[in-house]
């Protein structure tokens, strides 16, 4: 009985250790090693390549965190880091930096995965798309990090078909052609918990922009000082029958730079057929041309 017990039993998950000295001196190295479960130390230092998960559930962690290890893309078009292989929940990367140059920040499709502690610094270009992290029908959770300088067509986090929960998180000096900070197309659902969108520039309609029957749900959370050259709603742009909701928090300081031209408006912009609400939320020195102080919708005139 002993014996048939031990074999049911689980196996423990296994703790990988990667560092110039140890058995693993790249982090890829000890992804393929590592079985469903594992846990992957970090060392602190910079690594100049890109993972893939592999389809394994996996914490890879930097022991130093976000500011002392590096995840450096080498200025290559691709991903950093890739989940794609159908990982589940529990797949997690903390501690890290990623960054350098053109290249995207995080790949996740079909497959869930958490960011803690992680930092994309500096990475995309206007040709690319959801620099930071491109979630394509990707469960997503975001705590602890930041968005910070990252250059995109279309979302410095862009979910497509996604769910996507960020808080105590920052988005900051980000540019964009649509969506600077965050965009969600194709039913996706995101949710904002004490997040901090500030000083990012748009070139048309909101660094935030929730499309194409996606949802946006912000409790406690700020959108101050971000600019747009054209459109209507420089910080939140609801558009194709998407849905936003906010509770608490604030609408600040956000301008839109072609303000004179008749037909831009709103902070904060629903068109026609789409549904933006604020609860408790605070309105405060926007500068656009119509609905400055707040919350707007093409039906406003």
Do not use: W
């Amino acid at each position: 009985m002993l014996l048939l017990l031990l074999g049911l039993s689980p196996a423990f998950a296994a703790t990988l250790a990667v560092g110039p000295a140890e058995t693993y001196t790249t982090i890829q190295s000890a992804i393929n090693a590592a079985s469903d479960g594992d846990i992957l130390l970090i060392e602190p230092g910079t690594y100049a390549e890109s993972i893939n998960f592999l389809g394994k559930q996996l914490v890879v962690e930097g022991t130093g965190g976000s500011a002392n290890t590096i995840l450096d893309g080498g200025d290559n078009a691709g991903f950093v880091v890739i989940i794609s292989g159908g990982e589940p929940t529990g797949t997690t990367l903390r501690g890290f930096t990623i960054r350098n140059g053109v290249s995207y920040g995080a790949y996740v499709a079909s497959s869930a995965a958490c960011f803690d502690d992680v930092v994309f610094d500096h990475l995309g270009s206007t040709g690319l798309t959801g620099a930071g992290i491109n979630a394509y029908y990707a469960e997503i959770e975001v705590t602890n990090s930041a968005f910070t300088g990252l250059t995109s067509y279309y979302g410095g986090l862009l979910a497509t078909a996604s769910t996507v929960n960020i808080a105590d998180s920052t988005f900051s000096d980000n540019y964009g052609y649509y969506g600077a900070a965050i965009l969600a197309t194709t039913g996706s659902d995101v949710a904002l918990d004490n997040v901090l969108i500030e000083g990012n520039e748009n070139y048309y309609s909101g660094v935030v922009y929730i499309q194409s029957n996606s949802s946006l749900i912000a409790v406690d959370s700020e959108f101050d000082n971000n600019v747009s050259t054209y459109g209507n709603g420089t910080a939140i742009e609801i558009y194709g029958y998407g849905s936003g909701h906010l509770t608490g928090g604030s609408v600040s300081e956000n301008r839109m730079t072609y303000y004179q031209t008749q037909g831009y408006f709103g902070a904060a912009y629903a068109e026609v057929g789409s549904e933006l609400t604020a609860t408790g939320v605070i309105f405060s020195g926007n500068q656009v041309y119509g609905g400055a102080a707040g919350v707007a919708s093409s039906s406003d005139g």
